[in-house]
C-alpha cells in the first residue's frame, strides 16, 4: 500500500485487503468495513475505533466507526478524564492493554450492547492505542460477553491495531497530498466536538447539507441558512466559519431578534460620542467587530425597515456609517444571515426589504428538520446521554430499546433543542424514580416524556405539550377529530408527504421516517394507503 500502510496477508484475503486499499479515500466507509472485518477474525462482541479530538489536548475521543453497540455510542465523545479504562489505553507506552475480569476501572460501554438486560459484570476487554507520525492518534477497544474469550489472542489484536495505525497514517497523508500538503489534515469534524450537536449524522439529507455547507464555505459568498426552530442553523454558521478562510478571524454572532428598536442600528454599525442620550463614548458595532471574520445574523427576519435599509450599503459594498457620523468605514466581512421565517412571505407582506432579501439570499442552505434524519436522532441521543451521565455522575446512561424505537417515530416539532432537552429531563426524572442498575440508568420512553399513540407514531405527554409544527401542512393533524382518528389522519399525512418526496420509493420513505420497511408496508396497509 502506498503511503505508508501494508495490508498484511497473513490474516486477510486478498479481497478484503483490495477492499481496504479501495477505500483509502473515503473513511467513512472505511473504518466500519476495517472493523467488520476485524470482528469476523477476533472473538470480540463489540468493537470501536475512536479518535482524538485534538482540540482539547486529546483528552476527548470521538467515535469513528462501532460494531456491536448501540447506535447512540457514534454520537457520544468520551473525555479521558472521565473514562479511567480510555486514558490508561491512551498512556500505555506499548501494545494493546488487557484488563483483568475483576479490574474496577469502569467498562464505558457498560450497558450499549443491544439487547443486553442488565450491565457486564464478567467480561474480557482489550484496547490499544493508535499512533501516526508518533503523535497519538486514537485507539481501538474490543469487548466479549465472555471471561478469558481474548486468551492467545494478543498478537492479533497487535496485529489488527498495527494495521488500523497503517491505514490511518496512508488516509491523513493522502488528504494532506489533496489539500496541498498541509500537515495534521483532519477527517473528523473541524467545529469543536460541543459544537456537533446540530451538523453530526450520516443520512442523506445531514450528507447533503455537509456537502453544501464544504462547497460553500470557501467562498466570501453571503449565506441565508434557513430551517425550523432548533435545528442547529447556528451550528450551521459557525461550521461555515470554520471551513472558511476568514477561520483565523472573529465570528460575531448577533441575534436581531434581542434588539431593542431603538439600538438597532448602534449595535450593527457603531455610533459616536454625543450620537444621543447616553452615548458618552465612540463604540464600534458589530459590522467593525468582524472586520476581517464573519458576522452571523441569527433571526434576520426580525430586522426593523429602517436598519435593513442602512444595512444595505454593508451588504453591496462594506461601507457602513457609524450613527451621529458623516464619515464612511469599510470593512471586510463574510455575512451569513438565519431565520425561520419565510422571507419570500415576508417580501410580499411588505415587512422585509426586497433588495435587502436578495443580498442575503446569494446561497441559501436548508437545515433539514430532525424528523427527516431519520436514525440520525439516536446519534444525536448519544451526544446528550453522554453529557447528562457526566454531569450526574452516573458509571452509564443509556436508552432502552422500547425508547429508542419511540425516539424514531416521535416527528420531534422542537428538533434537536427538544430532543436535547427530552433526555436531559429524563435523566433527572430517572434518577428520582429508580437507582441506578450498577451505576446504569436506563430512560424509558416516560422518563423522556413521550407517550405513543397508535402504531409508529408518538406524542408528548402533558408535561410537554406539542406545539404547533411549522412550515409542513403534511404534519398538521386533523381538528375536531377523536383522538385515535386524527392521530392516523397525520400518520397518513406523513407518509404521503413522504412518498410524494421520494417519488413514491417506500425504501426512502421509511428511512425518513425512521421505520423498518416492512413496518411501514404494515402501517400503510391498516391506513389504507396499500392493498
Known amino acids: 500500500m502506498d503511503n505508508g500502510a501494508v495490508i498484511p496477508t497473513t490474516f486477510l484475503t486478498l479481497d478484503e485487503a483490495g477492499a481496504l486499499l479501495r ?61 479511567p479504562r480510555l486514558r490508561a489505553i491512551a498512556e500505555t507506552g506499548g ?27 464478567v467480561h474480557d476487554c482489550v484496547g490499544a492505542p493508535l499512533n501516526v507520525d508518533g503523535r497519538r492518534w486514537g485507539m481501538l477497544t474490543l469487548d466479549a460477553l465472555n471471561e478469558g474469550r481474548f486468551d492467545g489472542w494478543e498478537g492479533a489484536i497487535a496485529a489488527w491495531a498495527r494495521l488500523a495505525a497503517d491505514l490511518a497514517t496512508a488516509v491523513e497523508r493522502r488528504a494532506a497530498l489533496t489539500n496541498g500538503g498541509s500537515p495534521g489534515i483532519r477527517e473528523i469534524d473541524d467545529p469543536p466536538a460541543d459544537l456537533e450537536s446540530g451538523t453530526v449524522g450520516t443520512s ?24 425550523e426552530t432548533g ?4 451550528l450551521v454558521a459557525r461550521r461555515l466559519h470554520a ?53 452571523f445574523l441569527d433571526e434576520v427576519g426580525e430586522l426593523p425597515l429602517a436598519a435593513q ?18 464619515r464612511h468605514i469599510t470593512v471586510d466581512v463574510r455575512v451569513i444571515a438565519a431565520t425561520n421565517r419565510d422571507l419570500a412571505a415576508e417580501v410580499r407582506e411588505g415587512r422585509f426589504r426586497a433588495d435587502v432579501y436578495h443580498r442575503l439570499s446569494v446561497y441559501p442552505l436548508r437545515v433539514p428538520p430532525l424528523r427527516d434524519r431519520g436514525t440520525d436522532v439516536l446519534r444525536l441521543a448519544g451526544l446528550f446521554l453522554e453529557r447528562n451521565r457526566a454531569r450526574l455522575g452516573l458509571r452509564n446512561l443509556r436508552l432502552s430499546a422500547a425508547a429508542e424505537r419511540r425516539m ?16 436531559g429531563r429524563g435523566a433527572i426524572r430517572a434518577r428520582a424514580a429508580r437507582p441506578p442498575d450498577g451505576g446504569v440508568l436506563t430512560l424509558t420512553p416516560a422518563d423522556l416524556g413521550l407517550e405513543e399513540v397508535g402504531e409508529g407514531i408518538a406524542a408528548p405527554t402533558a408535561a410537554m405539550p406539542q406545539p404547533r409544527l411549522p ?7 386533523a381538528e375536531n377529530l377523536p383522538l385515535r382518528d386524527a392521530v392516523e389522519e397525520l400518520q397518513r399525512r406523513m407518509i404521503q408527504d413522504q412518498l410524494n418526496r421520494h417519488g413514491g420509493n417506500w425504501a426512502k420513505a421509511a428511512g425518513s421516517l425512521g421505520l423498518d420497511r416492512s413496518n411501514l408496508f404494515r402501517l400503510a396497509k391498516r391506513l389504507g394507503l396499500r392493498e
Open 23 to 83: 477505500m483509502l479515500d473515503d473513511p467513512v466507509r472505511l473504518w466500519p468495513l476495517l472493523l467488520d472485518l476485524m470482528a469476523r477474525h477476533l472473538p470480540c462482541d463489540a468493537c470501536a475505533l475512536l479518535r482524538h479530538d485534538g482540540r482539547s489536548s486529546d483528552a476527548l475521543l470521538v467515535p469513528l466507526a462501532t460494531r456491536g453497540l448501540s447506535p447512540d455510542t457514534l454520537g457520544r465523545r468520551f473525555a479521558l478524564d472521565d473514562h
Open 95 to 121: 501494545g494493546p492493554l488487557r484488563f483483568p475480569p475483576d479490574c474496577e476501572l469502569p467498562d464505558p460501554y457498560d450497558g450499549l450492547i443491544p439487547d443486553l438486560k442488565q450491565r457486564l459484570h
Open 204 to 227: 442523506p439529507a445531514m450528507a447533503a447539507l455537509l456537502t453544501e455547507i464544504d462547497t460553500v464555505a470557501a467562498s466570501d459568498l453571503v449565506v441565508l441558512v434557513l430551517g
Open 231 to 234: 435545528v442547529g442553523k447556528e
Open 243 to 295: 471551513r472558511s478562510s476568514r477561520v483565523a478571524g472573529p465570528l460575531v454572532h448577533v441575534n436581531c431578534a434581542a434588539l431593542p428598536d431603538a439600538l438597532v442600528e448602534s449595535e450593527l454599525f457603531g455610533h459616536v460620542r454625543g450620537a444621543f442620550s447616553g452615548a458618552v463614548s465612540d463604540r464600534r458595532g458589530k459590522f467593525e467587530l468582524a472586520d476581517g471574520g464573519t458576522l
Open 309 to 326: 435599509a442602512k444595512m444595505l450599503r454593508a451588504l453591496q459594498n462594506g461601507e457602513i456609517q457609524r450613527v451621529g457620523s458623516d
Open 408 to 423: 424514531l417515530s416521535y416527528p420531534w416539532p422542537g428538533n434537536v433543542r427538544e430532543l436535547e432537552h427530552a433526555i
Open 471 to 477: 412550515d409542513s401542512p403534511a404534519h398538521l393533524p
